[in-house]
């Protein structure tokens, strides 16, 4: 298979290049005791998982990334209570600052997409919620226009119509470049698509969890029609929140909240087993075949990154493709997936 270079978010004036692989935020300045960035007493039960979770770790993930040709990073306006978005903003100034006088071309910005939380403002019509709510986050991102505002999920109590306004809207205040959703199933991102049309904005994306493990999106049509319409497919939890890293075996499972989307491990060994193998045939790690999976579907995978060497090993996952007949064996040792409240898409 041919190896992805860039991809394009569709905007109202046309589009913005971004790279084949994102790096997802969300357990930059973790709240909720979910990735270990808090270790006060609350949070105890998981404080073990990872001690080194600190500003420091992720701002050499965030310059590790950029090294390895990364420059989109994902956040949202409840990672870390609005925490992820002011690290975001803040590292990306600090390269910007550095990289000012540069004429490389990696050199050039920063592109950040955040989210809406439909939950936080349900009591609020849609279009006024969504304008506070992107102001709020370009004042925490320290921007005057943010590259990608997405919907985190359809959630909100106005209908998708409705929805389509306020992203709109957005547009043409100039606060936003591109628009999408997340954890939209096929039907519903058909309908806000439709609705954008008519203000001529085009959807840039549908954020959806994605990866061998959750293959969905490209057996229910989704992914398909991504391509039809140039939606870009974003696919978070790449690496099935770490199972597909060769981290995890049927003797030392996720805990905690860890357990997001869950795998019996047991199940997993033939797939496990041949992403070991071929990682050794392409000189690779594990981690980066299961990225490239997802590379080679057509999808822009964000995986999470929490310190430099995970950002370098998510990175290695660029310039190179697995064969057809690869692809077709890993994609036959998955597993569907399905959906919830929350997760629709």
């Not at 990073?73 to 690290?87: F, I």
């Not at 506070?132 to 909100?156: F, M, N, T, W």
Request: charged content about 20%.
């Amino acid at each position: 298979m041919s190896v992805a270079v860039e991809r394009v978010l569709l905007t109202k004036e046309g589009g913005v290049n971004v790279p084949a692989l994102g790096c997802g935020c969300w357990s930059w300045g973790d709240d909720k005791g979910v990735w270990g960035w808090d270790h006060s007493a609350k949070f105890a039960e998981y404080d073990s998982y990872d001690k080194t979770l600190s500003e420091s770790s992720v701002e050499e993930a965030f310059f590790a990334n950029i090294s390895g040709g990364v420059q989109f990073y994902d956040t949202a306006e409840t990672y870390g209570s609005g925490l992820s978005e002011k690290l975001v903003g803040k590292f990306a100034r600090k390269f910007l600052k550095a990289n000012k006088a540069s004429t490389e071309p990696s050199a050039g910005r920063v592109l950040i997409a955040t989210k809406f939380q439909p939950g936080k403002w349900k009591k609020q019509s849609v279009r006024a919620a969504m304008m506070k709510a992107a102001q709020d986050s370009c004042k925490r991102l320290g921007v005057e226009q943010i590259d990608l505002y997405q919907i985190h999920a359809p959630l909100h109590r106005d209908p998708l119509s409705e929805q389509a306004e306020g992203l709109a809207d957005l547009v043409d205040a100039g606060l936003v470049r591109a628009v999408g959703v997340s954890n939209f199933s096929l039907e519903q991102m058909l309908e806000i698509h439709a609705a954008l049309a008519t203000r001529g904005v085009p959807l840039a994306s549908n954020q959806v969890e994605f990866s061998i493990l959750r293959q969905l999106p490209l057996q229910n049509g989704m992914l398909a029609e991504c391509k039809r319409l140039g939606v870009q497919l974003l696919a978070y939890s790449p690496l099935a929140m770490g199972r597909l890293t060769g981290k995890y075996s049927s003797q030392n499972a996720p805990q905690g909240a860890r357990g997001f989307s869950n795998y019996p491990m047991e199940e997993l060994e033939p797939l496990l087993e041949t992403l070991g193998k071929l990682a050794q045939q392409y000189e690779k790690t594990i981690s980066q075949v299961a990225l490239n999976w997802v590379i080679a579907n057509g999808a822009l995978p964000i995986p999470g990154s929490k310190n430099a060497t995970q950002a370098r090993d998510n990175t290695g996952a660029l310039g190179w493709a697995l064969r057809e007949e690869d692809v077709t064996q890993l994609t036959s040792l998955g597993k569907r997936g399905g959906t919830s409240h929350w997760q629709q898409g």
